[in-house]
């Protein structure tokens, strides 16, 4: 995860800092969004222990 978001800053650095005047909504960058949802796999994917 952290190479992909090392990976997004490189790509599109104004991405990850959107301005704040005037106040938006910033968009979604895709790289750092797919790189979290990856991060979080895991979680879903791996079953459950039952004792």
């Known amino acids: 995860m952290a190479g992909l978001l090392a990976l997004a800053s490189v790509r599109d650095p104004q991405a990850l800092h959107p301005g ?21 796999l895991p979680a879903f994917v791996v079953p459950e222990e039952h004792p």
């Open 20 to 40: 704040v005047v005037p106040l938006v909504a910033p968009a979604l960058p895709l790289w750092p969004a797919a790189a979290v949802l990856l991060a979080l």
